[in-house]
């Protein structure tokens, strides 16, 4: 059985930045296939759960909303997902998850917080 758990989120102010953590545990063949698409979604309050960035073999697609200032990647090795979040607003302020597309995992989500 696979689990992931999200670390990083935190309060910072406009314009600052964040890098969110993804580890993902677990036997190692359920891994290989749990860790080969994975996904950052975030939800703000009254609002409905949206993906923020996807990623998938060499392949990494955006919202519109967080193009040229959140970056997401990988590190196989060591099972972990990243989100790397630069030139925060208010408006990202959500709890967001780490999802295994493949397994329909999700991770229990990680508060940020950002102020103007």
């Known amino acids: 059985q696979v689990q992931l758990v999200e670390s990083g989120g935190g309060l910072v102010q406009a314009g600052g930045s964040l890098r969110l953590s993804c580890a993902a545990s677990?036997?190692?063949?359920?891994?290989?296939?749990?860790?080969?698409?994975m996904g950052w979604y975030r939800q703000a309050p009254g609002k409905q759960r949206e993906l923020v960035a996807g990623?998938?073999?060499?392949?990494?697609t955006y919202a519109d909303s967080v193009k040229g200032r959140f970056t997401i990647s990988k590190d196989n090795a060591k099972k972990t997902l990243y989100l790397q979040m630069n030139s925060l607003k208010p408006e990202d302020t959500a709890v967001y998850y780490c999802?295994?597309?493949?397994?329909?995992?999700w991770g229990q989500g990680t508060q940020v917080t950002v102020s103007s």
């Open positions: 999802k295994s597309e493949l397994k329909n995992l």
């Open positions: 990623i998938s073999g060499g392949r990494t």
């Open positions: 677990g036997s190692i063949f359920s891994l290989i296939v749990s860790f080969n698409e």
